[in-house]
């Protein structure tokens, strides 16, 4: 149940994101890290394929492209986290690395580099925002919950 | 110490999930673009609903901004209508009497200034009672004899008629130029005319009622030299080619009423008709 929630979520997330300017934060990027930081494995990488799924269609000539990178990102963070138990930073560095993965990403697979101001700011914004993220989506998803 | 990555079957799956990812992007694109295209109408019909609900919002919105415009529009002109009734309703009434009248004569040089009518004082029909087509004012009776009478048409050189502007309420004094059009004499030149508003008898000018069709503006040109606006006006009624007119007459014995309705005080000229017109 609180995986198909935190799919919810991802899809709620997208929603937005497909409504608003690149300018603004990865907002699907940044639920998929605080998912991942607590889901397992499998879940992480399904997690990340279905939102980059969800973003492909919007870009439907560079399908598999969000699907590759959100899928790795999430697989990479699930794994990632056990190196960094809930350091707070953590959180940072991952962002920061799934960042430079998707930009990567767009830029030798999908639409293209959308120009170094929107990636700037686009970037700096998901950053700033990562804390509060997993601060609200912890909150939100994760407590009271019983793990498995 | 880092678990070895592949070994779990959590692993294989995740990574199977990630090299489909990358399998996607070798799929040919054709093949690619009709696949995402059902999953993009079911991911993205959330956000479709969502801009068309907007659009409704705002559409009604602006719709309900113009109807609330349209009402208050329609209570000051109802309460204007029903002011305009009571002081209606206030003054003597007087019934009017519609008297049909073929034209049998006109004037011979300009068919347009004089209309010979076959109804006389025997009908009841008296001088300076005002002469009506359905289009509007045809101008004046100006003398009876017992079956005929002599219309003074609004285009003859002597005519003057008193008119309303419809849309502004502006009054002038309408007369006619040499091409069969009227021109209105001492509008002010800060008066409000536009080329295609309704112009009807003022009521103010002693023969007509208030209220019937006059003409509508054609042309007001912009002359800074002028002392006054010169406004053309075209008539509604076409004299020059009416049939039938009528005349609008008192009952016998009722006296006309004052004011804006009717006051006649215009002295018919002593002209003689005779029964019947010249030739016949």
């Known amino acids: 149940m609180r995986t198909f929630v935190a799919f919810v979520l991802l899809y709620l997330l997208f929603l937005v994101q497909a409504s608003v300017t690149p300018w603004w934060p990865d907002l699907v990027l940044l639920g998929l890290i605080i998912v991942s930081l607590h889901e397992n494995r499998i879940a992480s990488a399904l997690a990340g394929a279905f939102a980059g799924l969800c973003l492909d269609v919007t870009?439907?000539?560079?399908?598999?492209?969000?699907?590759?990178?959100?899928?790795a990102t999430g697989y990479g963070v699930?794994?990632?986290?056990?190196?960094?138990?809930?350091?707070?930073?953590?959180?940072?560095?991952?962002?920061?690395?799934?960042?430079?993965?998707?930009?990567a990403a767009d830029g030798l697979l999908g639409t293209g580099l959308p120009g170094l101001p929107v990636m700037l700011v686009s970037s700096f914004l998901t950053l700033l925002l990562a804390p509060l993220a997993e601060l609200?989506?912890?909150?939100?998803?994760?407590?009271?919950?019983?793990?498995? | 110490m880092l678990r070895p990555?592949?070994?779990?079957?959590?692993?294989?799956?995740?990574?199977?999930?990630?090299?489909?990812?990358?399998?996607?992007l070798l799929v040919p694109h054709r093949l690619r673009i009709s696949a995402a295209q059902p999953l993009q109408t079911a991911l993205l019909a959330p956000l479709r609903l969502s801009t068309a609900v907007s659009q409704s919002l705002h559409d009604a919105r602006a719709e309900n901004e113009r109807l609330s415009l349209l009402a208050v529009r329609l209570a000051v002109e109802n309460?204007?209508?029903?002011?305009?009734?009571?002081?209606?309703?206030?003054?003597?009434?007087?019934?009017?009497?519609?008297?049909?009248?073929?034209?049998?004569?006109?004037?011979?040089?300009?068919f347009e200034h004089w209309l010979i009518i076959s109804r006389g004082s025997l009908h009841?029909?008296?001088?300076?009672?005002?002469?009506?087509?359905?289009?509007?004012?045809?101008g004046k009776v100006i003398a009876c004899g017992p079956h005929q009478s002599l219309v003074q048409t609004l285009l003859a050189p002597?005519?003057?008629?008193?008119?309303?502007?419809?849309?502004?309420?502006?009054?002038?004094?309408?007369?006619?130029?040499?091409?069969g059009q009227l021109v209105?004499?001492?509008?002010?030149?800060?008066?409000?005319?536009?080329?295609?508003?309704?112009?009807?008898?003022?009521?103010?000018?002693?023969?007509?009622?208030?209220g019937l069709r006059v003409g509508d503006v054609t042309s007001v040109p912009d002359r800074p030299e002028a002392l006054f606006k010169p406004v053309t006006i075209r008539p509604f009624a076409d004299v020059s080619r009416v049939e039938r007119v009528f005349v609008i007459s008192l009952p016998e014995g009722a006296q006309p009423d004052t004011g804006a309705v009717w006051i006649e005080n215009t002295a018919p000229p002593e002209v003689t008709i005779p029964d019947q017109p010249a030739g016949q």
Request: hydrophobic fraction near 50%.
């Open chain 1, 136 to 148: 609200s989506l912890t909150g939100l998803l994760y407590h009271g919950w019983q793990t498995a």
């Open chain 2, 5 to 24: 990555i592949v070994t779990a079957w959590q692993d294989r799956a995740a990574w199977l999930v990630i090299v489909l990812g990358l399998a996607l």
């Open chain 1, 78 to 103: 699930a794994v990632l986290r056990t190196v960094f138990y809930r350091a707070r930073w953590a959180t940072f560095l991952f962002t920061a690395i799934a960042l430079a993965l998707k930009w």
């Open chain 1, 59 to 71: 870009s439907p000539a560079f399908m598999g492209t969000h699907l590759f990178t959100l899928a």
């Open chain 2, 124 to 138: 009841g029909i008296r001088p300076g009672e005002p002469v009506i087509t359905p289009d509007g004012v045809c």
């Open chain 2, 158 to 179: 002597e005519s003057r008629i008193a008119v309303l502007n419809i849309r502004s309420r502006v009054p002038a004094l309408a007369r006619p130029d040499r091409s």
């Open chain 2, 184 to 210: 209105l004499d001492y509008a002010p030149k800060e008066s409000d005319f536009k080329p295609g508003d309704t112009l009807v008898t003022a009521g103010i000018g002693t023969v007509f009622p208030k």
């Open chain 2, 79 to 110: 309460a204007r209508l029903e002011a305009a009734s009571q002081t209606a309703a206030a003054g003597p009434s007087v019934g009017l009497v519609l008297t049909g009248a073929p034209v049998i004569g006109r004037d011979l040089t300009t």
